[in-house]
């Protein structure tokens, strides 16, 4: 049974940092693209980034192929320990435009190539707050 449990939420001020981490269970990191997204009150939900070790069909045992979205770009870091079966996302530079409930998601689909759409993937953690003060 896949399950996904998302940790490290809280409250930080404008300019802080703070790392999350996905819990996963149930399937293998290393076959399977795992993301994380976010969605804020009154807002759709966003793609933030995503991990794989997969591209265009092709498994890359070495491979860490990492996309993320524009509104991230350059501020934070996706990474993996396939071992401890945990996803981290290390956000930086936090804005107050980055509060919001932040999920990681998995897809059923093995060696999908990485992606930050939604309909890309089938499995969800309850999220974990994120909220940043000016």
């Known amino acids: 049974q896949v399950q996904l449990v998302e940790s490290g939420g809280g409250s930080v001020h404008a300019g802080g940092t703070l790392t999350l981490t996905c819990t996963a269970s149930?399937?293998?990191?290393?076959?399977?693209?795992i993301a994380w997204f976010r969605q804020a009150p009154g807002k759709e939900r966003e793609g933030v980034a995503c991990i794989s070790n997969s591209y265009a069909g092709t498994y890359y045992p070495n491979g860490r192929y990492k996309v993320y979205g524009d509104a991230v770009k350059g501020r934070f870091i996706i990474s993996r320990d396939s071992a401890e079966r945990k996803v981290y996302l290390q956000m930086n530079g936090l804005k107050p435009e980055d509060s919001a409930l932040y999920y990681c998601?998995?897809?059923?689909?093995?060696?999908?190539?990485?992606?930050?759409?939604?309909?890309?993937?089938?499995?969800w953690g309850r999220g974990t707050q994120v909220t940043v003060s000016t």
């Open positions: 149930g399937f293998s990191l290393d076959v399977y693209a």
């Open positions: 998601a998995t897809t059923r689909v093995k060696y999908q190539t990485c992606s930050v759409s939604d309909t890309e993937f089938h499995y």
